[in-house]
């Protein structure tokens, strides 16, 4: 059988991703033709992303924050380009959508 995992991204302070991913869960365990796993980022020991304020502002209190949005920021066109191609990619899957309808 499949199994499907339902990952809670954000690991911030007063974050909204557990409300919404036990939503999801507890919809989604009604299918019969998978398995659902709850997987929160929060129970890791992960060192990102823990600040109180959303990455958008900038406004970082922990070292390892800074240091990581030193590296992004070199790597930011790339970025840039990976989301380019992933819109991209979406565009086609909905043009395509009429096509395997048929």
Known sequence: MTKIAIVLGSIRPRRKAE?????????????????????????YALPHLDESTPPIMGAYEQPHTTIADDRVTADEKQHQTLDRMLDELIAWAGALEPLRDS
Request: aromatic share 8%; glycine share 8%; proline share 0%.
């Open 19 to 43: 409300i919404v991913g036990r939503w999801v869960h507890e919809h989604a365990t009604g299918r019969q033709d998978a398995t659902f796993e709850l997987v929160d980022l929060a129970a």
